[in-house]
């Protein structure tokens, strides 16, 4: 993957200029060109009126006027040219970008997107870049291409009119330009606000949407309500500032009013005689053409800046710094996957939180065992499982296997080997086979139904209309909650990993799918490591060993006889259970 | 932005509103801005005036110029020339300023009205259309349409000069007039392409943005299973396809566009050469003055740009159009699950549920879309009824999809009672029409004897609570999640409630305690926390009748017992429905409801359904024998 760095912001942006130097070289040329023969009709239109106040409807003049069509053609010509190639590496960037932008952002550990609300990465990858993209064409084309026709024109002036015209002209297009810039720089903020307000009014009308049912059993619509109208009015209220701001465009003035003054000037010349009417009207038309020609710039300047702020931002997200980055690893140790696991005080704190979320673990895993876990909510048993698929790295302590430290093994070597189901199930939208076969797109038809009938999962397969092709929607939203936990236990087995992890994963099946389902899993991890969080307590009975967690350290760990002799905690959960009268009925509990 | 902008008039859709009923509709909403506008209206007018007359004292110039005039005698005209300049920059700013104020509150006004009939909108509605593409009516689409405003005003002014600028050059020669006349046929081609071959190809590229963007969505909020599966590479090569993709169709419109844009320059230099040719010749004649010739040249590009502008206008006009019809859509759906205040209120006596012989399937797996038809029968010919009642029958014949059939269940008032069944039986949909999120295609649904279609909603969701199987938190501190159904309790009311259920010990541990601010549905806490959060979220509101589908499922045995002794103490004698997997979650029900593929198999106590020894029988021995706990005292 192409990891391309920047020193900043501004860097991301203008790297548009080192992308393809030779066509851009091209198309600025072109683009310089282009300006020559968009002043050239004005030009010659003033030349012609000479011609003919002079010389009357003379060969010359004919020449002359058809003269103006040669000029538009070739300004044809040019400007499709230039705005094509300048049209190609503008999209390119953005696409590049964008690439660019995911990439980084996918290589960031989870500590990242922890921090950020995928929402909000979304609209800087969709709406931001295509803003970068915006700030360079039009934008930035725009205002190179006004510029060279001032430069042009100024010139122009020069040669027809002389110093003082030329030097006027010059100085009406600097105050034109610093107020223009100015404004650009009074509104930008605005703009930026707006920009702003307007993600957070998307954001929250998603969050309402998504959780609608939600809102609407507790009556909250009213509140939602109220808070949407609260940033729906804050928004229309900034967009009038917006627009008050921009309606007095003192920019546009200067230029009407040295169009009027240079109208002045030459009137008082051409009655000295110092000066031809065709002059006047060349004049006069190139004014007018770079009247129109600037009409759209205020806006050029705001795309470009907009283009700068989301650049700054884009690259602080792409250019995270990991409190804990990834160790550079050359070579790939030698690993037997199938060998025990070692955790030596192993503590990891999520970022932002001053409690450890496991403090100071030390344990020593079994090769090709049964290992269950439980514990209360939050008490660190999904942080457990995610140190095993190195989805974060821990601040202190070491995890080992095969005598090999984590750290010194590449995240992707690891999760080779390692697979997990995690706990709160997250599907892709797209046909139940992609999911099932998501680790590996070359699966079998006959490696992915083994898969599904091991996870209990071709039972309701079945039964769709369209079997593993049918199409579930966002998030898997129109199953039930164990039809979704079936299907990433078959998407975990197909991976066919050294160790499995279970987060949890029968806790929406009912008792007899998730026996059929131990059954098939029991089959599955003859040898291999099993690590399973469970509230169940048959999984309990079963594993080799049990890890009981709380408050993110390990109380106690051993097999169900032991625990069950000498951990309080533990022979509460069997005390609590009311079928435990049953069983103690039948000769109780040890 | 521009995606917003084009979105519109690239709906694929079509249309189903002409345009002069959407218009009208559109004016409603402008009513208030009747009289900015008349004022835009008439500051348009002065601005027209202004700026054509411009180039005539120019013209003006020119001929006295020519004429011999002394500077004195043309100092007039240039006070005259600078005047106009001013007044049109004013005026230009006015017409800015008011409609940027018109703009602004009527999006507002669109926007809420819009957002406000999405929430009460059915539930089918929002199961059908994902939540994006709803925030997109409301945030899109009402933006779209002010859009149409400002084409709106901003023809008025284009259509106005385009009749100066026209008058003027037949007022100077009739063969200026013809010549001016070149630019409608180039405009009628150049909107003929733009909204054909154009319209096509803005639709590929939004589509294709459409389709990054989606695939970036899921991969940002997935990338734990990317990650987890060491699948980077691969959803990074899906990105590039599809954004390889994208640049393709942007390349193939752009270089349409390239090739438009600059041909409208070209066809103006064509017309100012006529000009020059045709008034040359005139003016050899004697017929027109140089200066007319200066005007003719300058009046043809003025005329030529405001007719582009309307081509282009009215192609932004078809998008603004195309999206309030969309809004329309939205703004007249009535919704099937009434929320009116005037019904009845829900009186709770008893407490008692009852489904009678209740069926129900999904829609979004249909084929056929019934729920159209069925919105407002009413309002059809008689025929269309005919056959809207066939489809309905056909539809209540297809029997495959059912997710619940003839259920007949009564949930005693004051009871506690259990809802058990394989997944995918069909239970959490049965709190679903409970709560109204849908209502049954066949049967009622009776709380205290009266029908659930025969209450207001508020007094239905004041007296039922529901804990989700899904818990969903919002962005906001821990402390406004827990109010959200009850904004007005008291901090100490919820930390009473979290010390029942064992919460108060983590939420405290957290840096800033129940000020904690979660984001994105609670992502920073572990799945069990949410789950406590959103049960006293539920618990606070105390309502009089209690839903939980299995929401202790990722409770550890302790701190699920909490629960059941906070909810033993606090809804002693209520009614309440118990959805469990884990049947140490039933112990001590009253009554047991066993579910099975949309069928109620069974009901009744404990010791009536092990004596039936049916499907609970069944379900009660593999339970325990799954749970092994004969083989812990044979262990021992
Ligand atoms: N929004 C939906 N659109 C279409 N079908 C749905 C939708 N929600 C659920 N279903 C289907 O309806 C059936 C019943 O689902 P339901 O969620 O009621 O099951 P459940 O009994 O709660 O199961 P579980 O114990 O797994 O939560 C399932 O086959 C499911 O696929
Ligand atoms: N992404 C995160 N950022 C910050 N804190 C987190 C994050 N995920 C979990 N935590 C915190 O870390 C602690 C351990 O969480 P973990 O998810 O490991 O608990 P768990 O044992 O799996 O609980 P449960 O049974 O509820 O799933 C909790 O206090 C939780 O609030
Ligand atoms: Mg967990
Ligand atoms: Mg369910």
């Known amino acids: ?590 | 932005m521009s995606r917003s902008r084009h979105g519109g008039w690239l709906a694929d859709k079509k249309r189903t509103r002409s345009s002069k009923v959407l218009l009208k509709i559109f004016w409603s909403y402008l009513q208030p801005y009747k009289f900015h506008l008349a004022f835009v209206a008439v500051l348009t007018l002065v601005y027209t005036l202004a700026v054509t007359y411009q180039p005539i004292i120019v013209q003006n110039a020119i001929d006295r110029l020519l004429g011999g005039s002394t500077f004195q005698s043309l100092l007039f005209l240039l006070v005259l020339y600078m005047g106009l300049s001013l007044l049109s920059w004013v005026f230009q700013s006015l017409i800015t300023w008011y409609m940027a104020i018109v703009q602004n509150e009527l999006v507002h006004t669109l926007r809420i009205d819009t957002f406000n009939k999405l929430v009460d909108a059915d539930m089918s509605y929002h199961g059908k259309v994902q939540s994006g593409n709803v925030t997109s009516r409301v945030v899109n689409d009402t933006q779209e349409i002010t859009a149409g405003l400002g084409v709106f005003t901003n023809s008025l002014t284009n259509v106005l000069v385009a009749f100066a600028t026209l008058f003027v050059l037949f007022d100077i020669s009739l063969w200026f007039g013809l010549v001016s006349l070149l630019a409608l046929p180039t405009s009628a081609i150049i909107t003929k392409v733009i909204s054909g071959r154009g319209r096509a190809q803005m639709l590929k590229v939004r589509s294709s943005l459409g389709k990054v963007s989606g695939a970036l969505a899921e991969n940002l909020s997935g990338v734990s299973i990317a990650k987890s599966f060491n699948q980077e590479e691969r959803t990074s090569r899906q990105i590039r396809k599809l954004n390889d993709e994208t640049y393709g169709y942007f390349k193939q419109l752009g270089t349409l566009f390239t090739m438009i844009f600059p041909s409208i320059s070209l066809i103006g230099m064509i017309m100012i050469a006529g000009i020059l040719y045709i008034g040359g010749y005139l003016n050899q004649q004697g017929l027109v003055s140089v200066g007319s010739i200066y005007l003719g040249t300058v009046m043809v590009r003025r005329f030529l740009s405001p007719i582009m502008a309307l081509a282009n206008n009215f192609t932004n006009l078809q998008a603004s159009l195309a999206a309030l019809d969309r809004i329309v859509d939205v703004l007249h759906m009535e919704a099937s699950i009434k929320a009116l205040q005037s019904m009845n209120k829900l009186v709770l006596t008893k407490g008692e549920i009852v489904f009678e012989g209740v069926y129900f399937k999904y829609q979004a797996r249909e084929e056929m879309n019934v729920s159209s038809l069925k919105r407002r029968p009413d309002s059809l010919a008689e025929e269309e009824r005919l056959k809207f009642k066939d489809l309905r029958k056909q539809f209540l014949e297809e029997k495959r999809y059912y997710v619940l059939e003839n259920v007949n269940i009564t949930f005693l008032g004051g009871k506690k009672t259990a809802l058990i069944g394989h997944t995918g039986a069909g239970k959490t949909t049965i709190t679903k029409l409970l709560l109204r999120f849908y209502d049954p295609l066949e049967g009622r649904i009776l709380i205290d004897g009266q029908d659930l279609k025969e209450v207001s909603l508020d007094s239905l969701y004041e007296n039922i609570s529901l804990v989700t199987q899904e818990p969903y938190l919002f962005a906001g501190t821990i402390m406004d999640n827990i109010k959200y159904g009850k904004p007005d309790a008291s901090d100490d009311e919820v930390y009473e409630i979290c010390r029942h259920l064992g919460a108060d010990e983590f939420i405290e541990a957290l840096p800033n305690g129940f000020q904690t601010v979660l984001q994105e549905s609670g992502k920073s806490l572990s799945a069990g926390q949410r789950q406590m959060i959103t049960i006293a979220r539920t618990m606070l509101k105390n309502p009089k009748i209690l839903v939980l589908d299995e929401a202790t499922s990722r409770l550890d045995a302790y701190s699920e017992s909490l629960v059941q002794l906070a909810q033993q103490k606090l809804f002693e004698g209520r009614t309440t429905i118990v959805i469990a997997h884990r049947l140490s979650t039933i112990r001590d029900v009253d009554q047991i409801v066993v579910l099975d593929k949309g069928k109620v198999v069974e009901v009744g106590d404990h010791e009536t359904l092990m004596k039936l020894k049916g499907k609970y029988y069944e379900l009660y021995n593999t339970y325990y024998a799954h749970q092994g706990l004969e083989n812990i005292a044979i262990a021992s």
């Open chain 1, 1 to 590: 993957m192409n990891q391309a760095t920047y020193k900043n912001g501004r860097a991301l942006f203008f790297s548009f200029f080192q992308r393809d130097r030779l066509r851009l070289l091209w198309s600025l040329i072109l683009m310089v060109l282009s300006s020559v023969a968009t002043l050239i009709p004005a030009v010659l239109v003033g030349i012609a009126i000479d011609e003919l106040t002079q010389n009357g409807f003379s060969s010359t003049f004919i020449i002359l006027s058809t003269g103006v069509i040669g000029a538009g053609i070739v300004f044809y010509v040019i400007t499709f040219l230039g705005l094509y190639s300048f049209m190609t590496i503008a999209f390119r960037f953005e696409r590049d970008i964008r690439q660019e932008f995911f990439d980084k952002i996918q290589s960031h550990s989870l500590t990242f997107h922890d921090e950020n609300n995928s929402s909000h990465l979304l609209s800087m990858g969709m709406t931001e870049i295509s803003q970068m993209r915006q700030g360079i064409m039009p934008g930035l084309r725009g205002i190179l291409q006004n510029l060279f026709s001032v430069i042009i024109m100024i010139i122009t002036i020069y040669a027809i009119a002389g110093r003082e015209m030329a030097l006027a002209t010059l100085a009406g297009f600097i105050l034109y330009y610093y107020f223009a810039l100015y404004q650009a720089r009074k509104i930008n903020p605005i703009r930026m606000e707006l920009a702003n307000t307007a993600g957070e009014m998307t954001e929250q009308s998603q969050e309402i949407f998504r959780g609608i049912e939600v809102v609407r059993s507790f009556r909250g619509e009213l509140r939602e309500f109220l808070r949407f109208k609260t940033i729906s009015e804050k928004y229309s209220r900034l967009g009038i500032k917006e627009g008050q701001i921009a309606a007095f465009y003192l920019p546009d003035l200067i230029l009407l009013l040295l169009t009027a003054i240079l109208f002045g000037v030459s009137l008082f010349q051409v009655t000295e005689g110092t000066m031809t009417v065709g002059t006047m009207i060349q004049i006069l038309g190139l004014l007018i053409t770079l009247q129109l020609s600037s009409m759209m710039l205020p806006q050029m300047f705001l795309f470009l800046n907009a283009a700068i702020t989301n650049a700054n931002r884009l690259w602080e997200k792409m250019h995270w710094q990991d409190p804990q980055p990834d160790k550079e690893v050359e070579i790939i140790p030698q690993i037997n996957w199938e060998s025990y696991i070692v955790f030596e005080n192993v503590t990891f704190y999520y970022t932002g939180s001053e409690r450890p979320a496991l403090a100071n673990i030390s344990l020593i895993i079994p090769k090709k065992s049964k290992i269950a876990i439980i514990g209360g909510p939050g008490s660190g048993k999904s942080t457990f499982l995610k140190l095993l698929l190195q989805l974060y790295l821990p601040q202190e302590g070491r995890i080992l296997i095969d005598g090999v430290d984590y750290t010194d093994i590449p995240a992707s070597e690891v999760r080779k080997h390692v697979s997990r189901v995690e706990q709160e199930i997250f599907l892709f939208s797209g046909t139940i086979r992609e999911n099932i076969s998501f680790a590996n797109p070359d699966a079998t038809e006959e490696e992915i139904i083994r898969a599904a009938t091991a996870a209990q999962a071709m039972e309701f397969i079945e039964k769709l209309p369209q079997g593993l092709d049918t199409v579930i929607g966002e998030r898997g939203v129109d199953l039930s909650g164990g039809q979704r936990q079936r299907l990433a236990i078959a998407r975990a087995i197909l991976a066919n990993p050294d160790i499995l992890l279970l987060d949890d994963s029968a806790s929406a099946l009912d008792s007899k799918t998730e026996e059929l389902l131990r059954k098939a899993l029991d089959n599955l991890s003859a040898d291999r490591l099993t690590i399973v969080v469970t509230q169940r307590l048959r999984t309990l009975l079963d594993a080799d060993k049990i890890i009981i967690f709380k408050k993110g350290r390990v109380l106690d760990y051993g097999n169900h006889r032991e625990l069950i002799g000498r951990c309080a905690e533990y022979q509460r959960i069997f005390e609590l259970l009311p079928e435990t009268e049953k069983a103690l009925a039948k000769g109780g509990i040890v």
